[in-house]
Every structure is written in structure tokens, then in C-alpha cells.
T-cell receptor, first 111, second 113 residues
Framework: AQRVTQPEKLLSVFKGAPVELKCNYS??????LFWYVQYSRQRLQLLLR??SRESIKGFTADLNKGETSFHLKKPFAQEEDSAMYYC?????????????FGQGTILTVHP | DGGITQSPKYLFRKEGQNVTLSCEQN?????MYWYRQDPGQGLRLIYY???????QKGDIAEGYSVSREKKESFPLTVTSAQKNPTAFYLC????????????FGSGTRLTVV
């Protein structure tokens, strides 16, 4: 069975500092990985997905199959990045389309 | 305006009562999902449906039931058998193709009084 672990419940940084939100997964096949974000009073929304290798709002994430990680990074955090972040995995196969989420990390960016 | 709508936003239930949460989408998505969001536990899958008239249990289906009679609608019933129903419930939809991601509703907060 697949599992997603976000080891940090809370993460605080100062504006302009680099930020890294950790995500580790366990799955024996080739996963598809996502980061979702939930800003205050807004819906949960897709931030980025590994398959498209895109950068959204300055965030990037690289899939490291050797370390089974998909950490989310941004070189210079902004106050508007404060939000709840979820890492999610799609296992494919019979679970096609079904996502398994991590526990979430609350990021706070201080001025 | 395409999207996914959950109603009501807040719901109060007396112990022993069944309640139904509504989820409607006009995105023409094949797949729909119900998640429960609890502090410190992330999102846990309750039920999902990849096609009309078919649905599967997720990780925490006990005490819940669903139906998928129409492509647009995927209501969730929280029954009296659910031991700890107070939570935030999120509905989502997708094309069913794994790489496209989900569209989420705004959620329903259920409180048992």
C-alpha cells in the first residue's frame, strides 16, 4: 500500500529565507506526485505536479526516486506563501486517479 | 462558471441522526471523491467513484454511504454508525486520469451536537 509522510506539522521561516517542505513516500511502483496548497479561507488547490516539471509561484519540486522524496522548495519565501501544504501520491493501476495525501505542513512566513 | 459545489457549508447533527452532504460538479469529470480532513491527520479517503453507478470504499468508509446516480452528483451520507463524525468534509472531482489532479469543493463542516 502507498503512504505519504510529511514529517513537519509546522514550519516557520522569515520573509526572503529559503524554504523546503519535506515529503517522503512509500510505493513500489512509479508514482505520480503532487503538491496541493490551501490558503486561509480558500479551497484546496493544485500547486504543482512532478510530471509537468513546472515552477508555480516560485516553488519547485523534484522527484527523487532513490530517496523516495518529493520535497517542495522555494529560494525566497514570501508572506503570501503562508498556507497549509499537502503532498499527494497517485499510485496508478487499479488506484488510477485516487490520491493518497500526507498529513500536511502549515507554513508560516514571518515579515 | 465551472466548478464543484458542496452544500451546506455548516451542518449540525444530533447524535443518532443520519445526514447527507451534497456535492455537485459541472466540470464533466468522470471521477469524484470524498475526503475527511482532521487536524494532524491530513486528508483521508472515505469513498470514491470513477464512473456513474459505481463506487468503491476508501480507507475510512465505515459509517458512511454514497450514491452515484448521475455524473454530476456524489452525495455522502454520514450515518449514526459513524463513531466520530465531527469533521471537515471535502469533495473533489477529476477526469480520472491520474496526472491531471483534483478540483476541490469548499467543504462542509459537520458538527455533532
Amino acid at each position: 500500500a502507498q503512504r505519504v509522510t510529511q514529517p513537519e506539522k509546522l514550519l516557520s521561516v522569515f520573509k526572503g529565507a529559503p524554504v523546503e517542505l519535506k515529503c517522503n513516500y512509500s510505493y513500489s511502483g512509479s508514482p505520480e506526485l503532487f503538491w496541493y496548497v490551501q490558503y486561509s479561507r480558500q479551497r484546496l488547490q493544485l500547486l504543482l505536479r512532478h510530471i509537468s516539471r513546472e515552477s508555480i509561484k516560485g516553488f519547485t519540486a523534484d522527484l527523487n526516486k532513490g530517496e523516495t522524496s518529493f520535497h517542495l522548495k522555494k529560494p525566497f519565501a514570501q508572506e503570501e506563501d503562508s498556507a497549509m501544504y499537502y503532498c499527494a501520491l497517485n499510485a496508478g493501476g487499479t488506484s488510477y486517479g485516487k490520491l493518497t495525501f500526507g498529513q500536511g505542513t502549515i507554513l508560516t512566513v514571518h515579515p | 462558471d465551472g466548478g464543484i459545489t458542496q452544500s451546506p457549508k455548516y451542518l449540525f447533527r444530533k447524535e443518532g441522526q443520519n445526514v447527507t452532504l451534497s456535492c455537485e460538479q459541472n466540470l464533466n469529470h468522470d471521477a469524484m471523491y470524498w475526503y475527511r480532513q482532521d487536524p494532524g491527520q491530513g486528508l483521508r479517503l472515505i469513498y470514491y467513484s470513477q464512473i456513474v453507478n459505481d463506487f468503491q470504499k476508501g480507507d475510512i468508509a465505515e459509517g458512511y454511504s454514497v450514491s452515484r446516480e448521475k455524473k454530476e452528483s456524489f452525495p455522502l451520507t454520514v450515518t449514526s454508525a459513524q463513531k466520530n463524525p465531527t469533521a471537515f468534509y471535502l469533495c473533489a472531482s477529476s477526469t480520472g486520469q491520474g496526472e491531471t489532479g483534483y478540483t476541490f469543493g469548499s467543504g462542509t463542516r459537520l458538527t455533532v451536537v
